[in-house]
């Protein structure tokens, strides 16, 4: 996408405070967001580094376990690895504050621990990017372990958000004065000290602020500051990645003008945002310093996660596995620390928890944590050791591992992404990194630090840096590197991770290499789920199977045995004895009647401890034999489908280690008939022919016919959707259009421009024209003119289309994808070339705005609509309207094609839908009903239907045979601005206001059970889809039932 197609990040700060009468230290821990350290992230903060940095140390070389604000922040507040903590991305599918990390991992959150040690906690602005959405608890959920509790609902913004204040809700809107964010913690900080002192106890307070994360927004006071400052320009800025992964050097190089421009102008405006946060740490130090608890005061910074801004000529982001992404800063002063050092070890993100912990003075870090405390680097005459030798660096995309998620592919289902396209699929951007140092070749000459990464995809590739020798990582020495030497690093990962294989391991995990399947990945991971996730992975399976039609339920059903079996004693084994016990006796009744489970089942129940499994023979022999089990290969295939498109790991783990399966001849036997010849020749006897019908065949057909039911009366499937967002549209998005050959993407705005996208990894090509009727030409436009130049073609990223006087309200690609037409404010509508992006013919008849514009499928034809309260038809090589449409009372806001160009239905402001005929223009159809303006209309592919929808939230269904309403759709809070209907005429999607996409299932008939059904909601309601504060604009199905989608934040 364009410049306006931002990702963002999140950084922290802390800080913390002993008393001088020997009493437990307060604890402060400031955090700022998306804040790096290679890019000069820290330079406008001249009072934190005078604050803080001067005065106490500084460590080189911090890194976060992962490059991305969830995975990160969790990483920081449980002191684990995100593979030990589970975290792996902003997504609730990626256990970002998901009911399931709540519940295993939050619980023991530093936070809890210091609560222990009798500290009073309070807690100011964004927590986890899922906090407080309703499938995170909602904003009644505070975390554990906090006393005063004020939380940011969802990602970091600057206004227009949601706190979740103590658990209840506090919405604030966008006055500078009073809705600020980093003011408003501020604010709160200053509130919360004012109310301490030496005699009201230890405290602990966390403030998190939403600089310098997008959308960028500074404070008024502000705006101006750094009005010539650029983008850094180091020695990665604007260079091709030739040697790193695909990904990186699918990235355009040199990077358009315009995509400079954006970033030198988000560059300014991050660095605007942090002046406000450096404030905020003035303000924090200077109540410390009244309060006189400054000098029993620790004050440590830091960051989730760096920033790029062009480098490897890669747009603004962070999810990489370079410097400027992964290392953040790190500064501590203190009573204890011995100012104007510069540490230069390696430390992480994940060792702030037991360092604060450490100086709440628990006596060691709890065993769960993968952290160290920081405390021997307090002191410059600390004699202590560091432990820390090596840094694992993790990160996984978004979505599903086996589904790319970008727009376009390449061979082997791998996306193919130009420098706007931010690959966040798993599939193409996971990885995993080691950073370490090599051995001294002498007191004066230390080693190299290296940095070793291997990216998770079917290529295996490999990168490799020299980060003393090469700091803007531009040589990738995995390229050249001796097959030893790379061994040498990838063990050193895996032990990292706690993954070291013997030899016998390693020879299996070879073998497994050859076809690297899901089968495999999870048969030989060192997944243990919770005791929470075991259980709704066994209910899953459980009613899945019992669910299922024959011949696969009976077949299935001796499955559930051996995976409860397993499940409860792998519980009792990881030390969950209440959970196991629970789990046992919500299950175990599935098994009642089965006597030969019943003495396994006694002795196994009497268990409590790993010991007591270890001990007991039943359960040995279960552990360490293959239970048998015989399944046809379509019941077999019926069972992984399950397993594996669902979140099941822990089920499918046990199901490839401990079952054996045995598959059974699923072919018909070929069905015996019995002749009685006589004897010599003749014809065979009537009677002794004698056919038979075969049991086995009459089943199978049966269960043929009740499948076939179940598919036609169950739901539709809902559709992949592709959503593009416009962040940061300054200019007032108005229309978004894709063209029918998905090439391209047309966004209108109030500013009368129109911009032109490319939705592939191909420049923009305009092929240059003689005379553009656009503009005005003199004299001295063909002086010096360099015709062989001048004929050459061009390419940019993006086109800005300029002719119209006003806001652009509508625009609609011809059906061959060649031209566009725009419609707009100052009444006329435009068509423009595509080839030349050129305007070629201004279309008057209007005497009012143009509202809305639809080209038909056949014939040159498109028709437009306007405030003048009529629709007019026109043929593209006409400049007047060819019939005009005359009968609503006020503006015609919409306007539609019928699928056979035979009919043209209208919206209005005056409520009702008309539909007319091209041939003589009368107006055949008048629906009456909805209760505001109508603001979009489509028609279902096989003409029957025609749906409407506008500013009283509901979508009415017309039949249009009778021109009675079929349906009346309910769900939506806010205005819905576009619809669209499936290919098979089954599905209806709506957007529009209310930030989300709803899918409806419109057959008749059809009342739906979807869980989303909630009393509000109509029962045709089958999905339910956020698109993260976007209003939803456009709306398209094309083929293979994919929605497109567009709107702007």
């Known amino acids: 996408m364009a410049k306006n197609m931002l990702l963002v990040s999140t950084f922290f700060i802390a800080f913390v405070v002993t008393f001088a009468n020997g009493n437990k230290p307060n604890i402060v821990f400031l955090l700022t967001d998306d804040q790096d350290v290679k890019l000069g992230g820290q330079t406008p903060m001249s009072k934190t580094k005078s604050l803080i940095g001067d005065k106490g140390i500084i460590f080189e070389n911090m ?109 604030h809107k966008n006055d500078p004065k009073t809705d600020y964010l980093t003011d408003v913690i501020n604010r709160r900080a200053t509130s919360f000290l004012d109310l301490q002192n030496s005699d009201s106890g230890p405290f602990f307070m966390m403030l998190s602020t939403p600089a310098c994360h997008g959308p960028f927004t500074p404070a008024p006071k502000y705006k101006n500051n750094f009005p010539n400052q650029t983008a850094p320009r180091d020695g990665s800025y604007n260079k091709h990645g030739y040697d790193k992964h695909w990904l990186i050097q699918q ?33 924090v130090v200077n109540i410390l310093q009244k309060k006189n608890l400054l000098d029993n005061t620790y004050i440590v910074f830091s960051s989730d996660n760096g920033f790029h801004l062009g480098q490897f000529s890669m747009p603004s982001d962070k999810r990489q596995l370079y410097e400027f992404d992964v290392r953040v800063p790190l500064m501590i002063r203190g009573p204890n620390v011995s100012p104007g050092r510069l540490i230069t070890e390696q430390v992480m993100n994940i060792d702030l928890a037991p360092t604060f912990l450490d100086m709440a003075g628990l006596s060691s870090t709890p065993e769960q944590m993968d952290g160290l405390s920081l405390s021997p680097f307090f002191s ?41 396209c931010v690959c966040e699929d798993s599939w193409n951007n996971t990885y995993s990194c080691v950073i370490r140092r090599e051995p001294s070749i002498s007191p004066s000459q230390p080693g190299r630090r290296i940095k070793y990464c291997l990216l998770k995809d079917n290529e295996n590739f490999q990168e490799m840096y020299d980060l003393d020798g090469d700091q803007n990582e531009f040589k990738n020495l995995a390229t050249t590197l001796p097959q030893n030497e790379k061994k040498d690093h990838e063990t050193s990962q895996k032990k990292e991770s706690r993954c ?28 243990s789920g919770d005791a929470t996730s075991c259980d709704e992975q066994f209910t899953r399976l459980k009613n899945y199977i019992n669910k299922g039609c024959e011949p696969y339920r009976s077949q299935l059903q001796p499955l559930l045995y051996p995976l409860f079996v397993h499940l409860y004693l792998d519980q009792l084994c990881n030390g969950h004895k209440t959970p196991a016990h629970r789990f046992y006796s919500k299950h175990v009744k599935l098994f009642e009647n089965e006597k030969t489970c ?85 014809l065979v006897k009537e009677e002794s022919l004698e056919i038979k019908e075969d049991p086995e065949h009459l089943e199978a057909l049966s269960a043929l016919q009740l499948s076939i039911r179940q598919v036609r009366e169950g739901p539709p499937c809902l559709p992949s959707i592709c959503f593009y967002t416009f962040i940061n549209a300054y200019q007032g998005l108005c229309t978004v259009d894709i063209s ?72 609609c690609f011809s059906s061959d994808s060649k031209y566009l037409l725009s419609a707009s404010e100052d009444t006329t509508v435009r068509l423009w ?168 299932d419109i057959r008749k008939g059809v009342a739906s059970s979807s869980s989303h059904s909630d009393g509000i909601s109509s029962p045709e309601l089958l999905g339910s889809f956020s698109s993260k504060s976007a209003v939803v604009t456009y709306l398209n199905y094309s083929e293979y039932n994919v929605l497109r989608g567009a709107g702007s934040v």
């Open 740 to 811: 029918p050959d998905k090439t391209l993407l047309s966004a209108g705005f109030e500013d009368a421009s129109i911009k032109i996208w490319s939705t592939t990894p191909s420049l923009l090509q305009s092929t240059p024209q003689s005379v553009d009727p656009c503009k005005l030409y003199i004299a001295a436009d063909y002086w010096n003119v360099d015709l062989t130049e001048e004929s050459k073609p061009r390419y940019t990223e993006t086109v800005t289309l300029r002719a119209h006087s006003g806001s652009v309200y509508k625009t």
């Open 380 to 420: 410059a005459s600390s004699n202590k050791t560091w432990g820390r030798s090596t840094i694992l660096i993790e990160h996984q995309g978004e979505f599903h591992e086996n589904t790319p998620g970008c727009p376009q592919f390449r061979e082997q289902n791998m996306s193919n992404c130009n420098n706007h």
């Open 251 to 283: 990235a355009i190089t040199p990077l358009p003008n315009d995509t400079v421009t954006t970033e030198d102008n988000i560059f300014r405006n991050r660095w605007r945002t942090l002046l406000s946060v450096d404030d905020m740490m003035e303000n």
């Open 500 to 527: 070291v294989q013997n030899i016998s391991e390693m020879a299996l995990n070879n073998t497994s290499n050859g076809e690297v399947t899901v089968d495999n990945l999870l048969t030989y991971s060192s997944i």
């Open 598 to 682: 019943t003495q396994t089942l006694e002795s196994i129940h009497k268990l409590v401890t790993r010991t007591d499994v270890l001990g007991c023979l039943e359960a040995t022999d279960f552990r360490e034999n293959k239970f048998k089990i015989k399944l046809s290969e379509e019941a077999l295939e019926y069972l992984l489908r399950h397993l594996k498109h669902e979140d099941n790991s822990t089920i499918y783990q046990i199901f490839n280690q401990q079952i054996k399966v045995e598959n059974t001849e699923s072919a018909e036997n070929e069905t015996k008939r019995k002749l009685d010849l006589s004897e010599g020749s003749g």
């Open 833 to 1000: 070339d595509m080839s030349t992006h050129s305007n070629r013919v201004c279309y008057k008849g209007h005497s009012a705005p143009v509202w809305d514009l639809d080209v038909g499928s056949v014939g040159g034809f498109f028709a437009s609509c306007s405030q003048d309260r009529t629709a007019k038809l026109w043929v593209s090589d006409r400049i007047y309207p060819v019939r005009t449409f005359a009968g609503h009372n006020l503006d015609v806001d919409c306007v539609k094609f019928h699928p056979n160009c035979n009919y043209l239905a209208t919206g209005s402001s005056d409520r009702s839908v008309r539909l007319w005929t091209l041939q003589d223009g009368k107006s055949v159809r008048l629906m009456h009903g909805h209760r505001g303006t109508i603001m979009s209309l489509a028609f279902s592919p096989n003409g029957n239907f025609l749906a409407s929808a506008g500013e009283d939230k509901r979508i009415r269904v017309w039949d249009l045979s009778s021109g009675q309403l079929y349906k009346e759709l309910k769900g939506h809070t806010d205005t819905v601005h576009s619809l669209s209907f499936s290919r098979d005429d089954n599905l209806l999607a709506s957007g529009g206001l209310d930030c989300s996409i709803k899918v409806w």
């Open 63 to 171: 890194y976060v376990s992962a490059p991305l604000c969830c995975p990160s922040r969790s990483s920081i507040l449980t002191g684990k690895y995100v593979h030990s903590n589970g975290a792996v991305n902003n997504s609730l599918a990626g256990n970002c504050s998901s009911p399931t990390w709540q519940q295993t991992q939050e619980v023991k959150a530093f936070p809890t621990y210091l609560k222990e040690q009798g500290y009073t906690t309070f807690f100011a602005g964004k927590y986890l990017n899922q906090y407080g959405t309703p499938n995170a608890g909602g904003v009644k959920h505070i975390p554990p372990g906090w006393d005063w509790w004020m939380g940011l609902v969802g990602n970091s913004k600057y206004y227009n958000y949601h706190l979740s204040v103590n658990g209840t809700l506090e919405v």
